[in-house]
Every structure is written in structure tokens, then in C-alpha cells.
């Protein structure tokens, strides 16, 4: 029973929310969880730590204005990986943090959109 609360537990501090567009007239519902992030376009990272009553954008680590993040990975309460595209050739972007989120770095996707 000890296991299944702490696995419990790790699942609700490591949710992914992905959403297409980041609107605050438009909330992602989290209900009782307490800790959840999002992205989207414009190059937009959030987190709530209060279950989703507050949104704060987190800086990116690039600034790509035009980037559509359309994924979240989280490996454990540290390590977090955010990617998507941007440009007209939708060019890949992928993000690391390894600090929970407090900061982030581009890494070269070494992908692009062009048709070889």
C-alpha cells in the first residue's frame, strides 16, 4: 500500500498537460492535481503550482517567437523536455530543463521540415 501511495504521488507532482493554444479564457482543468505545466504557440511555457488557479509563463531558452510547442515530457521532478517547430519549413525546437523548470536550455534537434 506504501508503494502505490508513493507511486501515486509521483504521478500527480509529474503531470503533462499539452495544450494547442495557451488562453486564459480557455483553462486546462486540473483538477485536485496540484502541480501541472502547458504549452503552445508563440513560443509559450506555463506552470501553475495551486492546481491550476494561476498561470505563470516561464521564459524559454530561446527566442524564437514563432514556435509551436506541442509536447511535454516529464522524466522525473527534475529533468523536463518541451518540443514542437517553428518557421515556415517547421524546423524542430526541443527544450531541456534539468532543475524542475526553473531554467532551460535549446538543444539542436537536428531536424527540419524540408523534403530531402
Given at each position: 500500500m506504501k508503494k502505490i501511495t508513493v507511486l501515486i504521488s509521483v504521478v500527480l507532482i509529474a503531470i503533462v498537460i499539452t495544450v494547442g493554444?495557451?488562453?486564459?479564457?480557455?483553462?486546462?482543468p486540473v483538477e485536485k492535481k496540484k502541480y501541472a505545466w502547458a504549452c503552445g504557440s508563440k513560443n509559450t511555457?506555463?506552470?501553475?503550482?495551486?492546481g491550476g488557479q494561476?498561470?505563470?509563463r516561464v521564459q524559454a531558452?530561446?527566442?524564437?517567437?514563432?514556435?509551436n510547442l506541442t509536447s511535454i515530457s516529464i522524466v522525473n521532478?527534475?529533468?523536463i523536455?518541451?518540443?514542437?517547430?517553428?518557421?515556415?519549413?517547421?524546423?524542430?525546437v526541443v527544450y531541456k530543463s534539468?532543475?524542475?523548470g526553473n531554467t532551460w536550455a535549446m538543444l539542436d534537434s537536428q531536424t527540419s521540415g524540408e523534403k530531402t
Open positions: 493554444s495557451c488562453k486564459k479564457d480557455n483553462p486546462v511555457i506555463l506552470k501553475t503550482t495551486d494561476h498561470w505563470t531558452p530561446s527566442t524564437i517567437t514563432d514556435a521532478k527534475t529533468n523536455w518541451i518540443c514542437g517547430s517553428y518557421g515556415t519549413t517547421g524546423n524542430g534539468t532543475d524542475g
